[in-house]
Nanobody
Framework: VQLVESGGGLVQPGGSLRLSCVAS????????MFWYRQAPGKQREWVAV???????NAASSVKGRFTISRDNAKNTVYLQMSSLNFEDTAVYYC??????WGQGTQVTVSS
């Protein structure tokens, strides 16, 4: 099993980014898939989930701004982020329960 994130970078407040998580070794539609993030000096926190059935949910801090989705044909999970603010600065991780994590992609919101 491998998860590879990409799409992070430096963005101004109010900007948008789309993160990708390419999975291999399993089929994403067979598993709930999660995005987490970890800001400097803080614990890793849950951001969003897409279930096997395609249902989605997001943390209250990002709801309405972030959208999780997947492309089964590409075996890829996405996190579309908009209206980014300074508090969204973190390393973002893709996660397949229970033990599989990607290497993370850095998102920095700065003016």
């Amino acid at each position: 099993v491998q998860l590879v994130e990409s799409g992070g970078g430096l963005v101004q407040p109010g900007g948008s980014l789309r993160l990708s998580c390419v999975a291999s070794g399993f089929t994403i539609s067979s598993s709930d898939m999660f995005w987490y993030r970890q800001a400097p000096g803080k614990q890793r926190e849950w951001v969003a989930v897409i279930t096997r059935g395609g249902n989605t949910n997001a943390a209250s801090s990002v709801k309405g701004r972030f959208t999780i989705s997947r492309d089964n044909a590409k075996n890829t999970v996405y996190l579309q982020m908009s209206s980014l603010n300074f508090e969204d600065t973190a390393v973002y991780y893709c996660h397949r329960p229970t033990v599989y994590w990607g290497q993370g992609t850095q998102v920095t919101v700065s003016s």
